[in-house]
């Protein structure tokens, strides 16, 4: 019974970063018709620190109970989460409705991450912010070295940003061609999550192989304790 109990956690955990997994593509341009950004007007993105939504990363049960949140910082990132699904509901409704393409949508997008992001990072004391971060970086993989802080701590060479900066431009280009079938009814729900899963996790690690044998190991060893679900 407690071992179907602990799958069941598994499941629902799973299933969780998969719902996480599509916040970090999936705001992408999902309008039937829309242009796509080629790889020669590819969406200028941020070079954001957080390339997942912070306020859905911490909402979910274990993340939030290893970090050891406070009820008050629960209920803070609960409401911010909502704001944050109300905020990029309304961007892309907005965009839909106008004239706006598909880059000045990622963009609008883009700095509601940032907003939101840095929102939640100001609730954290200086121990959440370090164990979050050990944390990306078991959850969100090879994605996470597109922070800029990301590089310098691993000092990547110029050759290697422009590597990974390549790679997440295809990764969101494929996210944006997931999103277009979605929103033409090629996909349905379901089956657009999961494919928005395996484009992250496909690229995730492509960008990990950017990584010579020794960054990978500082990398490796600097996911601290593995989280615990």
Not at 26 to 41: E, K
Not at 181 to 188: P, V
Not at 200 to 208: G, V
Not at 214 to 224: D, I, K, P, V
Request: charged content about 20%; glycine content about 4%.
């Amino acid at each position: 019974m407690e071992r179907m109990e602990c799958l069941g956690h598994f499941r629902e955990f799973q299933y969780l970063l998969c719902l996480l997994c599509m916040t970090l593509f999936a705001l992408a341009p999902v309008f039937a018709g829309s242009d796509l950004p080629t790889a020669r007007h590819a969406s200028p993105c941020l070079n954001k620190e957080n390339p997942g939504s912070l306020p859905v990363l911490l909402s979910l049960e274990h993340i939030g109970k290893d970090l050891h949140l406070t009820s008050l910082q629960r209920s803070v990132i609960a409401g911010l989460r909502n704001d944050y699904r109300s905020a990029a509901m309304k961007i892309t409704e907005a965009c839909r409705a106008g004239s706006s393409g598909s880059v000045q949508l990622q963009l609008k997008l883009d700095h509601l991450d940032a907003s939101f992001n840095e929102r939640v990072k100001a609730l954290l004391n200086h121990h959440q912010r370090r164990r979050l971060r050990e944390i990306e970086r078991q959850v969100l993989r090879g994605t996470l070295l597109t922070a800029p802080s990301e590089q310098q701590f691993l000092n990547l060479t110029e050759a290697q940003k422009e590597k990974i900066a390549l790679l997440a431009k295809d990764a969101n280009k494929k996210a944006s061609i997931i999103n277009l079938h979605a929103g033409q009814g090629k996909l349905n729900y379901h089956r657009q999550i999961m494919a928005l899963r395996k484009n992250r996790l496909h690229y995730a690690s492509a960008m990990l192989k950017v990584l010579s044998p020794s960054q990978l190991e500082t990398w490796s060893s600097a996911q601290g304790a593995k989280l615990v679900f």
